[in-house]
């Protein structure tokens, strides 16, 4: 399948949890939603007024979040494409967003040197996570929805969702880590960025226990 419609580029792409829906988020300030099997466009996302960079479906594909360089996040209704609400206070570029695997948290990782925590249901902020002065890039909950972890520069750092300091902080990249990941079982981290390694941590000790080198 080709799937066209988007008039710029695309920064983001992702399936429904039953897999029946793709959504994508594009530079030209729309998000869409596409049949998986047929291609077909179900509807676009309007609203944004500037490129969008992250789109996500909830785990319970009952929503859509999105993430846009205008600063906010915005939730939508899956199944309708309606606005529910627009999440605002971050004040730079919202790089990622990420929905926890129970549905009720929404995070989000920005230029502005924060990233956030958001209750899903009712788009109220519950905390603000810093990190040394550096744009966040990134951000990734862990399976059992209690702890994330962010990405900035040359900085990972694991938090407790109720907490306001960092559980862990995961030294080693030399450069931008643009992209995290939790290990199904929850007991690994992989990172990677523009310093071309991925890493595999121990995210209870926050111990680098692999690299692998050759992109």
Partial sequence: LTLKGHTAGINSVGFSPNGQYIVTGSDDQTARVWDSKTGKEQFRLIGHTAPINSAIFSSNGTHIVTGSADKTLKVWNAQTGQERY????????????????????????????????????TGEEIRT???????????????????????????????????EA??????GNTSKVMVVAYAPNGKQ???????????????????????????
Wanted: zero cysteines.
């Fill in 86 to 121: 627009t999440l605002k206070g971050h004040n730079g570029t919202v790089f990622t967003v990420a929905v926890s695997p129970n549905a009720r948290l929404i995070a989000s990782a920005s230029a502005d040197a924060t990233a956030k925590l958001w209750n899903l249901e």
């Fill in 129 to 163: 996570f810093t990190l040394r002065n550096s744009s966040i890039y990134t951000v990734a909950f862990s399976p059992d929805s209690k702890r994330v972890v962010l990405g900035s520069d040359k900085t990972v750092a694991i938090w407790e969702v109720t907490e």
């Fill in 166 to 171: 960092p559980l862990l902080t995961l030294q």
């Fill in 189 to 215: 981290i992989v990172t990677g960025g523009n310093d071309q390694v991925i890493r595999v941590w121990d995210s209870q000790t926050g111990w680098e226990l692999l690299q692998h080198k050759g992109h």
